[in-house]
């Protein structure tokens, strides 16, 4: 494992626990990437391979967990607010900013499956933002809610309403499953899903497989990736052309909205991303070219960390 401190990150009236990996024996101030996890998930399921592999090829990486998810403080717990998530993304990226040995002129964005989404919006409205990853992301709430069940989608649908009624009660969450089998009640039922997320599940992670159930208000409505012909940064879509989760044909249109957008894609699944060394080669690869290379630092030697 690669050395890394623990930080705590304040946001709102809570705190976000994170990793911090800053590249060894760097003399100036360099570049960080902010990362978070997506649907339901914590920094425990995949992302330290991502951060070590951006740690060793000259780049810091700040990995936190959103409020009420992981080791972050919130209540409820299992509350995912995408207004909120994306105020926990502000609050690292200011902190980042603000850390000796960090470059603030040079912070990266990076998500995952619906922090993807998350990444693409805040650059949207952040054009200081240096560069932007994104891989098997969420990018149109409509195309995932048409390729739901829609018996799962009515129940969803009426227990996200319960849920908010509930909150506005002071009531504990409606609580639905993440991620399920096939032909089961949960959010992602795709037969990826359940053995995707519980092979990328660590051993020591507060994972828990199960979300507010209000959040399914939102989903349909969210078009993340609609923007992106207004982004001025680099934006790198790494699509996975067998992901059942989030459909890769909307991710590839974003990339080719953006006017410096770049795409990679993956003859693999929606989860087989956080193993893959090739995409983690390729993300390398694209920051160290942009916040390294192009900001006159020496060429970085694009090194993949090993698997944990």
Same mark, same amino acid.
């Given at each position: 494992m690669?050395?890394?401190?623990?930080?705590?990150?304040?946001?709102?009236?809570d705190?976000?626990a994170?990793?911090l990996?800053?590249?060894?024996?760097?003399?100036? +101030?360099?570049?960080?990437?902010?990362?978070?996890?997506?649907?339901?998930?914590?920094?425990?399921?995949?992302?330290?391979?991502?951060a070590?592999?951006?740690?060793?090829?000259?780049?810091a990486?700040?990995?936190?967990?959103y409020?009420?998810?992981? +080791?972050?403080?919130?209540?409820?717990?299992?509350?995912?607010?995408i207004g909120?998530?994306?105020?926990d993304y502000?609050?690292?990226v200011?902190y980042?900013r603000?850390?000796?040995g960090?470059?603030?002129?040079?912070i $990266?964005?990076?998500?995952?499956?619906f922090?993807?989404?998350?990444?693409?919006?805040?650059?949207?409205e952040?054009?200081?933002?240096?560069?932007?990853?994104?891989q098997?992301?969420?990018?149109?709430?409509?195309?995932?809610?048409?390729?739901?069940p829609?018996?799962?989608?009515l129940?969803a649908?009426? +227990?996200?309403?319960?849920d908010?009624?509930?909150?506005?009660?002071?009531?504990p969450?409606?609580?639905l499953t993440?991620a399920g089998?096939?032909?089961?009640?949960?959010?992602?039922? $795709?037969?990826?899903?359940?053995?995707?997320?519980?092979?990328?599940?660590?051993p020591?992670?507060?994972?828990?497989?199960?979300?507010? $159930?209000?959040?399914m208000?939102h989903?349909?409505?969210?078009?993340?990736a609609?923007?992106?012909?207004?982004?001025?940064?680099p934006?790198l879509?790494?699509?996975?052309d067998?992901?059942?989760?989030?459909p890769?044909?909307?991710a590839?249109?974003?990339?080719?909205r $953006?006017?410096?957008?770049?795409?990679?894609?993956?003859?693999?699944?929606?989860?087989?991303?956080y193993?893959?060394?090739?995409?983690?080669?390729?993300?390398?690869?694209?920051l160290?070219?942009h916040?390294?290379?192009?900001?006159?630092a020496?060429?970085?030697?694009?090194?993949?960390?090993?698997?944990?």
């Amino acid at each position: 494992m690669s050395d890394r401190t623990d930080v705590t990150i304040p946001s709102g009236d809570d705190s976000l626990a994170a990793w911090l990996y800053r590249p060894e024996g760097a003399d100036a +101030d360099v570049p960080c990437v902010v990362m978070a996890h997506g649907f339901s998930a914590t920094r425990e399921e995949g992302l330290a391979p991502y951060a070590e592999a951006f740690q060793a090829a000259g780049l810091a990486a700040l990995v936190f967990d959103y409020r009420h998810f992981g +080791d972050s403080t919130g209540e409820p717990r299992q509350l995912l607010d995408i207004g909120r998530q994306r105020a926990d993304y502000r609050a690292a990226v200011g902190y980042a900013r603000g850390l000796d040995g960090i470059d603030g002129a040079r912070i $990266a964005l990076w998500g995952s499956s619906f922090s993807g989404g998350h990444v693409m919006s805040l650059a949207q409205e952040d054009p200081a933002v240096a560069a932007v990853v994104a891989q098997a992301p969420f990018t149109d709430g409509l195309t995932i809610v048409k390729s739901a069940p829609k018996l799962n989608l009515l129940r969803a649908t009426a +227990d996200a309403m319960r849920d908010q009624a509930g909150a506005l009660l002071g009531r504990p969450p409606v609580l639905l499953t993440a991620a399920g089998d096939p032909g089961t009640y949960a959010v992602m039922t $795709a037969p990826e899903a359940l053995p995707g997320f519980t092979g990328i599940v660590s051993p020591q992670s507060k994972w828990r497989n199960e979300v507010a $159930a209000r959040v399914m208000l939102h989903i349909g409505t969210e078009n993340p990736a609609g923007g992106t012909g207004k982004l001025a940064m680099p934006l790198l879509i790494c699509a996975c052309d067998k992901d059942q989760t989030t459909p890769p044909a909307p991710a590839r249109k974003a990339a080719e909205r $953006a006017p410096r957008g770049e795409l990679k894609s993956y003859p693999i699944g929606h989860f087989d991303i956080y193993s893959s060394l090739e995409a983690r080669a390729d993300q390398v690869e694209f920051l160290t070219r942009h916040l390294l290379d192009a900001a006159g630092a020496p060429a970085a030697t694009a090194k993949v960390a090993p698997t944990l």
